[in-house]
């Protein structure tokens, strides 16, 4: 037996090399989970000095198998992918999920929770809408359901958080465009949806500070999740008004940047890389038809996977523990640099 002590099921989790939702279903339900994966979670009991705490477990048990996922806008391929890797994780592990969009709107994110909270989930993992959100309404909802946001921080509402390091995306971004041609102006909706976009347009005007360069930034008008016609009306009028100022453009995110691929091309401004090519253009996020893109769009890519595998872990220790937090969980990951034919 090891002489190290397990103190909780991740850390279980890690040294055994099993899933976290698998060993979620398996003490739930040792039958639910294939007999070969039986005998190795069981082996590795036998051999680390773990076991789970089987009072907080059965009290958790009278609880619902529910737990609900909270997106802001469905329809965003983004959200769609992420919460697709959430629902198959928490299936996983031995639990029903409920997913809700908020469609962009506050009203819709609380009766998202209020329906939820209706049927006493075992937890929730929830992406706010940010600015939009009534944050007094997710402190309440925070204080009554173990709660583990994702994408969005709000505050430290919460007993985790998962999401992206802009900084250091955005910088990443910054400075291979600034190494491989001309500086770029950032694209960006000037009353974002979505708070990441403020801290996207901070590490812009730091990164570009900081290499020397002027930095420049197009504001464009719109409010709604429409990304793409909002970044096509708003890439027309920044070419025929030849506000760009350089031959690179920064979008905010990916969506944005396929609608001004397509302002460009009406234009008849060829975007790419090499002789003949009139503007680079890149984005942010690596939207799913990022690569299909004329030309395929440059990006920086989030990972999906990590998020949602953290946070999926995160609400199963909550569930099981039946404990909440001395103090809020903050994960970053770091984006990483995805080289196409647009930048």
């Known amino acids: 037996m090891s002489d190290s002590k397990i103190r909780n099921m991740e850390e279980f989790a ?90 962009g709107g506050t009203r819709q994110e609380i009766e998202n929770l209020d329906s939820l909270r209706s049927i006493r989930p075992a937890g929730v993992l929830l992406a706010p809408l940010g ?24 505050g430290d509402l919460g007993e985790a958080f998962f999401g ?8 990443l971004m910054v400075e291979y465009l600034c190494s491989t041609g001309e500086a770029p102006v950032f694209f960006e909706m000037r009353t974002p949806t979505n708070p990441n976009a403020y801290k996207r347009r901070s590490a812009y005007l730091g990164t570009m500070e900081k290499l020397g360069q002027t930095p420049q930034l197009i504001q464009i008008e719109g409010e709604t999740w429409d990304f793409e016609a909002i970044g096509y009306e708003g890439g027309l009028k ?20 396929i609608g001004f691929l397509a302002a460009a ?30 030309p395929p769009l440059t990006t920086v890519t989030q ?30 990951f770091a984006g990483t640099l995805i080289e196409r034919e647009s930048a």
């Open 14 to 103: 890690s040294v055994s090399g099993i899933s976290r939702p698998t060993l979620s279903k398996y003490f739930n339900d040792p039958e639910s989970v294939r007999a070969s994966t039986r005998k190795k979670i069981e082996s590795a009991l036998e051999t680390y000095d773990y076991r789970p705490n089987i009072y907080a477990m059965n009290q958790n048990r009278r609880l619902t198998k529910n737990i609900g996922i909270v997106v802001p806008y469905l329809a965003d391929p983004f959200f769609a992918e992420i919460a697709r890797i959430i629902e198959n994780l928490v299936i996983e592990g031995g639990f029903r999920p409920i997913l809700l969009s908020s469609h």
């Open 131 to 154: 600015r939009r959100s009534d944050v007094s309404a997710i402190e309440s909802f925070c204080a009554e359901v173990p709660t583990v946001l994702f994408d969005n921080s709000i």
């Open 164 to 171: 992206l390091n802009n900084p250091q995306s955005v910088g």
């Open 238 to 257: 920044a070419i025929r008004h030849r506000q760009l100022g350089t031959n690179t453009v920064l979008c905010s995110n990916d969506r944005l940047a």
């Open 265 to 294: 091309y009406e234009c008849g401004l060829r975007v790419g890389r090499g002789p003949g090519t009139a503007l680079r253009v890149a984005g942010h996020d690596d939207h799913p038809y990022a690569r299909f893109t004329c």
């Open 303 to 332: 990972d999906y996977a990590a998020i949602a595998t953290r946070s999926v872990e995160a609400i199963l220790d909550l569930i099981e523990s039946g404990e909440r937090r001395d103090s809020r969980d903050t994960v970053l």
